[in-house]
């Protein structure tokens, strides 16, 4: 019972976490929540070595070898977890803990930073691929949280294709929700893969589209809704109406590669944690718009 207390507890964050991020409250930062995982994971291990016990727990003398076992695999995970706190991705809960972008303390990212900007200064000219998505500043960045592996891109599909337009490069969309456990899976697991990370950085123009947002829009921006009849008010109700209404699909996550023009270059794909599909996936949908933009 205790132990599955401690469980519950730990798991429990997870849905407060959702609803941290979805209302952009930023009580639960990734270094917060590991922080309170790493606390009550260690209570757990003190509370298998016998080192205090609760009201109902009787006196043990000695320590039992299953006991002890449990202590051991408790403690182990708390040492998995530590690194997390400086910028390791944990990528075995990368569903399980709020995103890497939101942690204050990224080593990596400073690093990667800090060789961005020095790449910048010793360079006159800034290549057609940094460039790709400086087009316009873009909308809700404010709001949203960045894309990982320090990907730049937009929130917004009409301000990415008119980026694409400008540099004629595909849109990779992104249909993703801040409470979506399979969303920071694959950004972890297959996004951070060198190949795949390499396509998306030099050969699309991204657009993340978070469908669970709650953020209210400016009357201006109100979209009624075909599928429905109803007013979408908010960023995540009109994005997730636009996948609902164009692909009659509700899941995430959901990449879709569009054209130009918007329309679909290869059929969308869903949860896949197979590296070599996505590769394919992405090199199938260049190759189809290098077609079009040729005739």
């Known amino acids: 019972k205790v132990t ?13 976490s959702v609803a941290d991020q979805v209302y952009h409250w930023r009580i639960l930062d990734r270094e917060i929540y590991l922080a309170i995982w790493i606390v009550l994971f260690s209570l757990l291990g003190l509370y298998y070595l016998g080192v205090y ?28 977890l530590l690194p997390g706190m400086w910028g390791a991705p944990l990528k075995a809960l990368s569903g399980y803990l709020p995103p890497q972008q939101t942690l204050d303390f990224d080593l990596q990212r400073i690093v990667r930073d800090e060789i961005q900007l020095s790449s910048l200064n010793n360079s006159t000219n800034a290549s057609k691929d940094d460039l790709a998505t400086l087009c316009e500043k873009p909308k809700y960045e404010e709001i949203l949280p960045p894309l990982p592996h320090g990907l730049k891109g937009y929130h917004d599909l009409d301000q990415a294709l008119r980026c694409s337009k400008k540099l004629l490069k595909p849109v990779f969309v992104d249909f993703t929700g801040h409470g979506c456990v399979n969303c920071r899976e694959m950004e972890a697991r297959v996004w951070s893969h060198p190949e795949v990370l390499k396509r998306l ?26 599928y429905d009849g109803k007013w979408k008010k908010t960023i995540g109700k009109k994005f997730a109406d636009l996948q609902v209404t164009r692909y009659n699909i509700n899941a995430q996550p959901y990449y879709v590669i569009l054209d130009t023009a918007g329309n679909d270059l290869v059929q969308p794909k869903a949860y896949d944690l197979n590296v070599d599909n996505f590769v394919r996936f992405l090199d199938n949908a260049k190759n189809e718009f290098d077609k079009r933009v040729k005739k």
């Open 4 to 16: 599955l207390g401690f469980v519950e507890l730990a798991l429990g964050l997870k849905f407060l």
């Open 53 to 80: 016990r609760f009201k109902h727990d009787d006196p043990r003398e000695h320590i039992s070898i299953g006991r002890l076992m449990l202590a051991i695999i408790t403690f182990s995970f708390v040492v998995y």
């Open 201 to 226: 950085k030099e050969n699309f123009i991204i657009c993340a589209l978070y469908v669970d947002d709650k953020t209210p829009l400016p009357e201006n921006e109100w979209v009624k809704s075909t």
